[in-house]
């Protein structure tokens, strides 16, 4: 059974440029969460996608955005990159079925 | 999502077990106790979860109180790869996990 995958693992941007990341679900998962982890805090989620929609939102603002394919694997993509915007960003993925979320090893991108 | 209460950091000796405490007073009858791992600069690690009942995995055994206020988890036998900050969560269905601050836990040779 295939783990959830992401790509990039490290990426540079810098300001008012716009970067997507990709997720590759785990095997038989059609459920993925995206999170953004700051430095020294906790995740905090941006949104989930269920069936290629947007199925929840956190506080994030438009500029956050966010597709899912008919394989499940999904993107996340911002625009207008900002410096807070540096952050380890991972993406989690689950069956609707079940409430455990399986975690990728992340995209850690950094806006300069 | 009901808010749990961590200590910021533990140290454990190796070896030995490591039992960490969570709060949760405000937990919903619905809301299940998830324990996850993140080990420095990885995606979380589903570790465990529970209920009512305690559990055991291969990872860790998960003792829940009977009122569901607090929980703990035990990491059996300890190993330096155990150390990681390790995050308690109340938990409701296929929805958003909201974590906080968790606990570091270091474990010393």
């Known amino acids: 059974e295939t783990g959830v995958t992401q790509s990039p693992t490290h990426l540079i941007k810098t300001r008012g440029q716009q970067v997507t990341l990709r997720c590759s679900s785990q095997?038989?998962?059609?459920?993925v969460s995206w999170y953004q982890q700051a430095l020294g805090q906790g995740p905090q989620f941006i949104f989930q996608?269920?069936?290629?929609?947007?199925?929840g939102r956190g506080n994030f603002p438009p500029r956050f955005s966010g597709l899912q394919f008919p394989n499940y694997s999904s993107e996340l993509n911002v625009n207008a990159l900002e410096l807070d915007d540096s952050a380890l960003y991972l993406c989690?993925?689950?069956?609707?079925?079940?409430?455990?979320?399986?975690f990728g090893p992340g995209t850690r991108l950094l806006v300069l | 999502d009901a808010k749990t209460t961590q200590p910021p950091s533990m140290d454990c000796a190796e070896g030995r077990a490591a039992n960490l405490p969570c709060n949760h007073s405000?937990?919903?009858?619905?809301?299940?106790v998830y324990w996850y791992r993140q080990i420095h600069s990885q995606g979380p690690q589903y570790i465990i979860h529970?209920?009512?009942n305690n559990e055991t995995n291969e990872m860790a055994s998960l003792i829940i109180t009977e009122d569901r206020k607090s929980s703990t988890l035990i990491l059996p036998h300890a190993t330096l790869r155990d150390t990681a900050v390790y995050y308690c969560?109340?938990?409701?269905?296929?929805?958003?996990?909201?974590f906080g601050t968790g606990t570091r836990l270091t474990i010393i040779p």
């Open positions: 989690a993925s689950s069956l609707p079925t079940q409430e455990t979320q399986y």
């Open positions: 095997s038989g998962h059609n459920t």
């Open positions: 996608y269920y069936r290629e929609e947007e199925n």
């Open positions: 405000t937990i919903s009858g619905n809301e299940y």
């Open positions: 529970g209920l009512k």
């Open positions: 969560i109340a938990y409701f269905g296929n929805e958003k996990l909201t």
